[in-house]
């Protein structure tokens, strides 16, 4: 097609934009999402794979297309779902909708309540307080990947699911392999895949062995084994496993992007030093900040017609939400691009919204309180051990991070 | 079954996630954000469990009617 615009009876669809709309550089938002914003809230994009979509950057639409239940995940498995890697996702809470997901959802949020996770504080402290012991102990410079942000949501999410922490070099790189990249054949990441559900169905095994076991894998055994209406036993391994991995390279990512941001913030991180009461605003802003997925995934299918920021969505068009240009959006954020501790309200879409809403979101922001808290305290020297430039970037299309971070304190 | 069921939001511990909105939406929606109930006092339905269950910070609260009985959120 030669002509810019094609119409149809009730609306103009211009060509779909090839999106991530460029290479991801650091954490830097494209400003593209701002101009859209502004001139076409409501957007067609193509991603690497899959058919083309709209694109919604507006916090409003972001929050419609998230959140109403005119819009729903499950027609996804059905079609050529848009994404950033060549393999489409099938099963898991992502895929569902109410009441399916209800069903599973419910199993494991009881884990993941506010209450709970405030009850592993303690421990997470103490097990952040061992990790910046040994590597103060190896003296700088030192890598705080390695050292610190990776080792930290693994201990954590192991000993709440009950997977052995001494198994991690196993399971870390099925789900590493997993989310994290796209160099890898297909194959090989179907491998991997299997690998973590034949290492999560040994676990449950296990359990079924001892009832007795008191973890999250053993209440997830045991609803499975109470009334198996509530869990086939492919759901209860994929949601182990889901939990797995999807509870850690999150967090691993997140804790250093932070450190990154507040390095280069270096007013904001004063403050958070000489105030430690500011942790939690802090990482509310960070997540508002910092835009951790390389484009938007997971479209919403609209299961009837809907007018979204002034578009008429047709029943069975996917739409994508960015959360990172919501939590740009200068009309609920004043000065958006601004690192800003003091925003009196912040209800940033880090965590999404809507049903899919992260159910790991109340342990995330526990850790990324303790391992901010932490670091600024305990290493208040703390800064870049090489010049920035030398820093190098995760190259995958899911999420944007460092792969070794040298300090020095 | 008791005969009804009160719901109560607490909006000072309700984050705005729209978890309770999208997985009951008869009896669940978000004004200015956060989370108030359509009705007070309900017919009971399994659904309004599913969404206090759900809730990540426990704002919501289903009891008997009648007698003031917590139903939900449970342990
Ligand atoms: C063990 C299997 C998997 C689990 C447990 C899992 C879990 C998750 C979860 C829960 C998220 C939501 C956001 C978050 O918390 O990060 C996520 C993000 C994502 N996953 Fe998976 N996933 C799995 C496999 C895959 C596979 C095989 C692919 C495709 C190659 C994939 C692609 C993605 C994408 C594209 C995102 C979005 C990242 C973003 O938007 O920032 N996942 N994964
Ligand atoms: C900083 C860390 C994290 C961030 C930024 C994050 C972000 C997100 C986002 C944006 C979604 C919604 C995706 C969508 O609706 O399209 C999501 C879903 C999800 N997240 Fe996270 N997440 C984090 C940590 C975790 C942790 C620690 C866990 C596990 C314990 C976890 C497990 C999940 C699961 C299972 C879902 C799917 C929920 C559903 O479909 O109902 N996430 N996450
Ligand atoms: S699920 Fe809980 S936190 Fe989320 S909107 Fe409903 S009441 Fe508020």
Known sequence: MTESAQTTESRTVRPARPYPFSVPDRLVVDPTYGELRESEPMTRVKLPYGEEAWLATRY??????????????????????????????????????????????????????????????????????????????????????????????????????????????????????????????????????????????????????????????????????????????????????????????????????????????????????????????????????????VGSSFARYAREDVEVGGVLVRAGEPVLGSLSSANRDGTVFADPDRLDFDREQNPHLGFGHGVHHCVGAQLARMELQVAVGTLVTRLPGLRLAVPEAELKWKRGMLVRGLLGMPVAW | MSPAWRIGVDSRRCIGTSICAGTAPEHFRLVDGLSAPLADVVAPAEVILDAADSCPVEAITVRDATDDRLIAPQE
Not at chain 1, 92 to 112: N, Q, S, Y
Not at chain 1, 170 to 175: A, G, K, L, N, T
Request: aromatic residues 6%; hydrophobic residues 40%; proline residues 7%.
């Open chain 1, 60 to 293: 409003e639409d972001v929050r419609t297309v998230l959140g109403d239940v005119r819009f729903g995940r499950a027609l996804a498995v059905q079609r050529d779902e848009p994404r950033l890697t060549p393999r489409q996702q099938y099963s898991g809470m992502l895929t569902m909708d109410p009441p399916d997901h209800t069903r599973l959802r419910r199993l494991v949020a009881k884990a993941f309540t506010a209450r709970r996770v405030e009850a592993l504080r303690p421990r997470t402290q103490e097990i952040a307080d061992a990790l910046v012991d040994d590597m103060v102990r190896l003296g700088p410079p030192a890598d705080l990947v390695e050292h610190v942000a990776t080792p930290l949501p693994i201990q954590v999410i192991c000993e709440l699911l009950g997977v052995p922490y001494a198994d991690r070099d196993r399971f870390h790189i099925w789900s590493e392999a997993i989310v994290s990249t796209t160099s890898l054949p297909m194959e090989t990441i179907q491998e991997y895949l299997n690998n973590l559900w034949a290492y999560m169905g040994g676990l449950v095994a296990e359990r079924r062995r001892d009832p007795g076991i008191d973890d999250l894998l053993g209440a997830l055994v045991r609803a499975r084994d109470e009334n198996q209406d509530r869990l086939s036993e492919t759901e209860l391994v994929e949601l182990a496993g889901g939990l797995l991995a999807a509870g850690h390279e999150t967090t691993v990512t997140q804790i250093p992007n932070f450190v990154y941001v507040l390095l280069h913030n270096p007013d904001q991180l004063a403050r958070l030093r000489a105030d430690p009461s500011l942790v939690p605003a802090a990482v509310e802003e960070l997540l508002r900040y910092v835009p951790l997925g």
